[in-house]
T-cell receptor
Framework: DTAVSQTPKYLVTQMGNDKSIKCEQNLGHDTMYWYKQDSKKFLKIMFSYNNKELIINETVPNRFSPKSPDKAHLNLHINSLELGDSAVYFC??????????????FGPGTRLTVL | QKEVEQNSGPLSVPEGAIASLNCTYSDRGSQSFFWYRQYSGKSPELIMSIYSNGDKEDGRFTAQLNKASQYVSLLIRDSQPSDSATYLCAVLSGGSYIPTFGRGTSLIVHP
């Protein structure tokens, strides 16, 4: 059974378009995250979200917005795509604030290429 | 700003040797420490977590934590070519549930 799933796996699009990446977890976790991994493999947090709060990395452009229809889903919407948005985007989930169960479980990643 | 530093490598070791991966962190309030392994084109997966000073062993892997020196390491004994991957160090500060990741160390185990 897939624990954290993302769709699509690959996304190729033109500059200026708007796109979404979907994420679902079936682990019963209370917190979900979006990370961006650039070409140098640096994994950078973009958002974390549970039913109480949304924490946004202040360096993330407001063209990026998370949407959570329910506890098991956290989708990422990107408006007006730019060349620099090309990267691999990982969704993750965890039990937040519970020591020894705070492991991050990652989805398979979505490779976004902006042309 | 919380920082987690790793040597990007690549670290190259022969098969059967001990691979030693190191990580330093800036926040003295850090309480949870993790090592993730990421194969090329795949997502990170947890190898070890450690919360107290000292060593923690799991099979061929040993995590070592020294909070006074703000240092955490991962030892891989009897390295295998299948261990070739990027190893990411992640640190959680007290009161936060968002980890800070290092840039990762690329490990190459050659036959």
């Amino acid at each position: 059974d897939t624990a954290v799933s993302q769709t699509p796996k690959y996304l190729v699009t033109q500059m200026g378009n708007d796109k979404s990446i979907k994420c679902e977890q079936n682990l019963g976790h209370d917190t979900m995250y979006w990370y961006k991994q650039d070409s140098k493999k640096f994994l950078k947090i973009m958002f974390s979200y549970n039913n109480k709060e949304l924490i946004i990395n202040e360096t993330v452009p407001n063209r990026f917005s998370p949407k959570s229809p329910d506890k098991a889903h956290l989708n990422l919407h990107i408006n007006s795509l730019e060349l620099g948005d090309s990267a691999v985007y990982f969704c993750a989930s965890s039990h937040a604030n519970i020591k020894n169960t705070d492991t991050q479980y990652f989805g398979p990643g979505t490779r976004l290429t902006v042309l | 700003q919380k920082e987690v530093e790793q040597n990007s490598g690549p670290l190259s070791v022969p098969e059967g040797a001990i691979a030693s991966l190191n990580c330093t962190y800036s926040d003295r309030g850090s309480q949870s420490f993790f090592w993730y392994r990421q194969y090329s084109g795949k997502s990170p997966e947890l190898i070890m977590s450690i919360y107290s000073n000292g060593d923690k062993e799991d099979g061929r892997f040993t995590a070592q934590l020294n909070k006074a020196s703000q240092y955490v390491s991962l030892l891989i004994r009897d390295s295998q070519p299948s261990d070739s991957a990027t190893y990411l160090c992640a640190v959680l500060s007290g009161g936060s549930y968002i980890p800070t990741f290092g840039r990762g160390t690329s490990l190459i185990v050659h036959p």
